[in-house]
């Protein structure tokens, strides 16, 4: 097994301003940059830099994994990035979506990109790689995650159990312990630069920083994206910001604290309805936070509707502005819930849209909801 990565050692001729611009607008959705001098370093030396994510296939597509993942790739691609989007299929067995049953992870793996290609993402730059397809071509892969089984203790493994979305536990099966090696394994073996997931994933990417220099191998940059939080506030213990961060994000096994991509217009209006939304409040807002993280990177402005003895609609043209209007108490929460829900409608109608006329989709959409059924 290659295991250096080189170095290309000549500049690419882009100004300091030019890669300031650059980490400017990654900055405006990464929750951090691991390192920035080395994403700093990268710009200035490699001409097609890799980001890659992983996605298990599993259920209903929500807006975080739709929309506002298409808003951050686009951000990505428009810097000159390519990325890779990993369809984690065996990872999905690994972590016994669907009983294990491979057919049906597929299906719900075509059904995600099909979304995403109604979503508005830019497919220019953007690759989907299936993990079963992949690592069937190439079985060096497996000397990768050997190698990287020698250098890390099964403590250390266990506790990344999180980006499985499960506890630590000794009764869990030993595939929980194959599947943080083989995710740190994807990050050589798609020749990623930057592994840009999110801030769930942190801790297998500090896993792959921390071991791959003990086997020769260049560590990624690590890239985390903020996670939108459900829409129902969740009282938690954690005292670290990244770990409370974690159990308060959107979850697809709480079908009413997310919006789905193919959901009613119905459906949007009556969650945010039932939304958290304290009066004057900001923090653990959900609903401001569909605001700054969607709405406003869709929308050069946002129609606030009120009724006329309130002082009647408010155009508002930043998020900045919205914020500090709803802190005065200008705007009421149900107006608020009802403004976002309105433009939240807007975005997913062309998806919907998509999956009444497209056949194939039609399809698609029809298998994973029975699968969702099934179980």
Known sequence: MAVKKEMIKSKINTSDKEIDAKINIIKTFAEEIISEDELRELFKTKKKIIAYDGFEPSGQIHIAQGI???????????????????????????????????????????????????????MKDVEFVWTSDFIKKHPEYWETVLKLSMNSTLQRVLRCGQIMGREESTSNPAAYVLYPLMQAADIYHLNADIAQLGLDQRKVNMLARDIFPKIGLKPPVAIHHHMLLGLQFKETSESDPIARKIEMKMSKS?????????????????????????????????VLEYAKYIVFEKFKKVVIERPDKFGGNIEVNSYDELEKLYVKGEIHPLDLKNSIAKHIDKLLTPVREHFEKNKRARELKEKVKSFEVSR
């Not at 990872?91 to 793996?109: E, H, S, T």
């Not at 309805?273 to 653990?284: F, G, L, S």
Request: charged share 30%.
């Open 68 to 122: 506002l993942r298409a808003i951050n790739v686009n951000k990505l691609t428009s810097v000159g990035i390519h990325f890779k989007f990993w369809v984690a299929d065996w990872f999905a067995m690994l972590n016994n979506k669907y009983g294990g049953d491979l057919d049906k992870i597929r299906i719900v793996g075509e059904y995600f990109i099909e979304v995403w290609k109604a979503s508005g993402m830019d």
């Open 254 to 286: 709480k079908p009413e604290t997310s919006i789905f991509m193919t959901d009613s217009k119905e459906d949007i209006y009556r969650k945010f309805k039932n939304a958290y939304c304290p009066e004057k409040i900001t923090k653990d807002n959900p």
